[in-house]
């Protein structure tokens, strides 16, 4: 045995799955030292439960497995669970006190797709409140710290605490931290690409429909999809290989087979048309970020691809479209909780003071408001004004898209977000818009339902991660995995930090 | 468009969420601060464009018209709050 348990969890999750196909280690000596490590991280609050003895169960099944030569693609790899995905028999929150020990008797479809593979469950992880935030400080039960420090002026450390994106904090703090080989995470408005460029990790929400949203609470159903955060381009690959797939439960998820994402990491990008959308360069963009869009172009047209300028204009409309539709969805997805079926209940003088005192105390700040903003979007005299306006310009925006990709592009590239992570409570302290405009970028893919891939490209001046964002056509997965690995390579893997927490 | 107190008051109604007359003032500046947002959305020339109702066009999957599943009811009452014999009891509606 080269590697040490001590070791284990550093390793990416391709070579894990290797190293216990070659018999390096145990899936239960890997399980264990992921458990340690959690352990130690508590601080960071990215688990809101840990689950050791089902992940050591799982493990020790997997052992069987290897042992058996049977493994299966993800058999032995241990995945921390975003706690938006109803596991069976284990609480799921969505880090909200109105389900508060809400137990599920069924499995998300994604869930069930990752153990069929093999996958051992370390937990539940953090998250914004039903995944609306973009900070992780709207969960009920505390804010996920990230494991990212700026570097202080003179070079050493700053120890403020910050923020580790949102709403998929807890998954891309514990891929960052290595309390997981990946993890599950959703993505609303950038709830998978703006956590994973805020904590140097790699995230992919993939077109609609190619993952079912069967057993995964609901946010906004036109615009949640499901997605994989690790640490390597390949390693989202092989997991969203697994994820994906046709689900007769879920009547938008498409009937089409899944490639082998793996296969399409090397492909290269040679002869590729890579878009650059002029309405990207927003007003007060730092320079370091421009700069290092420029230099994926610039990666990227080394690597063969070809590099041209293209128009997408209605982008800046997309981010006020989405806080019509988001919140108008939501007000609906959320009116099942009501003290009746499942969750928190808190008595009130009749039905409806029930309904009242249950939702009042149940949802927190963030969440009551897009409720009500949903409700008043919908609400008669209104509905043609906000929402019916807003889905036309959501046909405007996907058809901007539409005429890029038929000019012959393959993948655009943008930055994923306008800045890097940020200290607690820095953003919206009075206005709610502030912290929606972190999802500027990744907005626009939601509202097109195309798949974007978030890859860390490079540091800033405070030593923080930042990312660079690749669109592709709808279930052309492939090329965004292609292109982001030459991003990978040419950037070099980002160091994560050292576990200042443990 | 923005909304006064009166307003905010009847769509804590409508979304079945109790209000406190302290919660009132802050809800109305936030939810004005949105509507103000998605105000610039009125210059936007809509005219002769479909709303979006379909992510990915395709049609409506349709599948036999027979029972696949049931005979469940201990599981969905499992995590109600409160039941009786497998009902989900709710305050008197109807007097």
């Not at chain 1, 990215?46 to 693609?73: I, S």
């Not at chain 1, 709808?474 to 990978?488: K, S």
Request: with cysteine; hydrophobic share 40%.
């Amino acid at each position: 045995m080269t590697t040490k348990p001590a070791e284990l969890t550093d390793l990416t999750l391709a070579q894990a799955r290797d190293g216990l196909r070659a018999k390096e280690f145990s899936a239960r000596e890997l399980a264990q030292a992921h458990i340690d490590a959690i352990e130690k991280a508590r601080v960071l609050n990215a688990y809101l439960l840990e689950t050791p003895d089902r992940a050591l169960a799982m493990a020790d099944v997997a052992d069987q497995k290897l042992a058996a030569g049977e493994a299966r693609p993800l058999e032995g790899l241990p995945l921390g669970i975003k706690d938006l995905f109803c596991t069976h028999g284990v609480t799921t929150t969505a880090a909200s006190k109105i389900l508060e020990g809400f137990q599920p008797h069924y499995e998300s479809t994604v869930t069930h797709n990752l153990w069929r593979d093999g996958a051992v469950m370390l937990g539940k992880l953090n998250l914004d409140e039903f995944a609306m935030g973009s900070s992780n400080e709207t969960s009920a039960y505390g804010p996920v710290i990230s494991p990212w420090r700026r570097k202080g002026p003179d070079g050493t450390g700053d120890e403020t605490k910050l923020v580790p994106g949102g709403s998929s904090g807890g998954s891309a703090a514990a891929v960052a931290a290595r309390l997981c080989l990946g993890a599950t995470a959703t993505d609303t408005g950038g709830s998978i690409r703006q956590p994973a460029a805020f904590t140097g990790t790699v995230g992919i929400k993939p077109t609609y429909g190619r993952c079912s949203r069967w057993g995964t609470v609901a946010f906004a159903s036109s615009l949640d999809q499901a997605g994989p955060i690790a640490r390597t381009v390949r390693d989202t690959a092989i997991l969203l290989s697994s994820m994906s797939g046709h689900d007769d439960k879920d009547t938008t998820s498409v009937n089409l087979p899944v490639p082998d994402f793996e296969a399409a990491v090397n492909r290269g990008v040679k002869g590729l048309t890579i878009g650059i959308p002029k309405e990207y360069r927003v007003e007060g963009m730092p320079a370091e970020i421009e700069r290092l869009w420029q230099q994926g172009a610039d990666w990227l047209r080394a690597a063969g691809a070809k590099v041209v300028e293209v128009s997408l204009p209605h982008t800046q409309y997309a981010l006020p479209a989405y806080y019509i539709v988001a919140p108008a969805e939501a007000s609906s997805n959320l009116a099942r909780y009501d003290g009746v079926r499942y969750g928190l209940r808190v008595p009130g003088k009749d039905i409806a003071g029930m309904y009242e005192a249950t939702r009042a105390a149940g949802f927190g700040r963030e969440v009551k408001r897009r409720i009500m903003i949903g409700t008043y979007v919908l609400s008669a005299g209104y509905y043609d004004a906000y929402y019916v306006r807003a889905q036309k310009i959501r046909s405007l925006i996907k058809r901007d898209f539409e005429q890029v990709y038929a000019s012959g592009v393959d993948a655009i590239l943008t930055p994923t977000t306008p800045s890097s992570a940020f200290g607690f409570g820095e953003k919206a302290k009075a206005d709610p818009v502030e912290m929606y405009l972190l999802d500027v970028f990744t907005v626009t893919v939601n509202m097109a339902g195309l798949p974007g891939l978030a890859v860390p490209a490079g540091l800033d001046a405070q030593g923080l991660p930042l990312g660079l964002q690749l669109i592709g056509r709808p279930f052309d997965e492939e090329t965004l995995f292609a292109a982001g690995q030459v991003i990978e390579e040419a950037a070099g893997r980002i160091a994560l930090p050292q576990a200042w927490w443990a | 468009m923005s909304v006064d107190a009166k307003t905010v008051r009847r769509i804590a109604h409508l979304a079945r969420i109790a209000v406190t007359d302290e919660e009132v003032a802050p809800l109305q500046d936030e939810l004005n601060a949105i509507l103000s947002f998605v105000e610039q959305l009125d210059a936007v020339d809509v005219s002769g464009v479909e709303p979006m109702t379909s992510v990915t066009p395709m049609a409506m999957k349709s599948r036999e018209d027979v029972i696949t599943d049931g005979g469940h009811a201990r599981e969905i009452v499992f995590n109600a709050p409160l039941t009786e014999d497998n009902y989900f009891v709710v305050p008197k509606v109807v007097e």
